[in-house]
């Protein structure tokens, strides 16, 4: 196994190396670079890179955090990319129940501190749960917002020690499309709904965005807040 020393420097040089390369060579490169110690995560908000990983390593596993405020629709689609796809959903939970976490922080903390719960529903999860491997992949895209504008291919993830992949960084929304279109791919039924940025379900956490507005402005609306803490 490779030291956290050689891992940081194969993501120096893949970043340069990939930065044009298609999605499906970001993915196969990291599948055989880091075999079983590399997953997917995905919000459920489509299956857009959960399917290409699985055409290049079937059996990938996909990470999922459960927060226990997701939309039913959430839950529905990954019941669905479970049972359909060629892939291994991992569910991860927090700590506390939402019930638990309301007896030690007060109800709805999610309204009035939404960097501590996403703290704890999010970001530790997620942190626990990637210690059983040395690379993750997500679905950031360069398109989405400005927070997300210089989201690099392949980078160093010093705060976890790990490589981090974001294999459709440089695809649009047009180009998302293009793909599910082409591939059937599943999406979770909100974005037909007008949402086009789906976290958790109260109205503090996701909202449809307003007219011209971009695609995540309905995510902590009016709050200031632009990421969960995952990608910080």
């Known amino acids: 196994m490779s030291s956290v020393t050689d891992y940081e420097a194969i993501a120096a040089k893949a970043a340069v190396e990939l930065e044009e390369a298609p999605a499906q060579e970001v993915l196969r490169w990291a599948a055989e670079t880091f075999g079983p110690r590399f997953c997917v995560t995905s919000s459920m908000e ?13 059996g990938v596993d996909v990470v999922f955090l459960d927060t ?13 990319v479970a049972a359909v796809m060629p892939v291994n959903v991992i569910t991860l939970k ?6 638990e976490q309301d007896a030690q922080y007060g109800p709805n903390l999610h309204d009035r501190d939404n960097d501590l719960c996403c703290a704890l529903r999010k970001v530790e999860p997620l942190n626990r749960g990637l210690a059983a491997y040395d690379a993750w992949a997500t679905g950031l895209r360069r398109d989405e917002s400005p927070s997300r504008a210089n989201t690099p291919v392949v980078a160093w993830d010093a705060k976890r020690r790990k490589v981090k992949i ?8 047009d ?3 293009a793909y599910v279109a082409a591939n059937g791919v599943l ?8 949402y086009t940025s789906i976290g958790c379900a ?13 695609g995540r402005s309905g995510r902590w609306a009016g709050s200031g807040k632009t990421e969960c803490g995952i990608h910080l």
């Open 46 to 58: 489509d299956a857009v890179v959960a399917h290409l990983a699985s055409s290049v390593f079937p």
């Open 68 to 80: 226990g405020y997701h939309f039913a629709e959430t839950i529905g689609t990954r019941d669905a």
């Open 94 to 99: 927090p700590l506390q129940t939402v019930a």
């Open 166 to 173: 974001a294999p459709i960084a440089r695809w649009t929304q």
């Open 175 to 177: 180009d998302v499309d």
């Open 187 to 194: 999406l979770n039924p909100l974005l037909w709904e007008g």
């Open 202 to 214: 109260p109205l503090s956490c996701t909202a449809k965005p307003g007219e011209g507005e971009e």
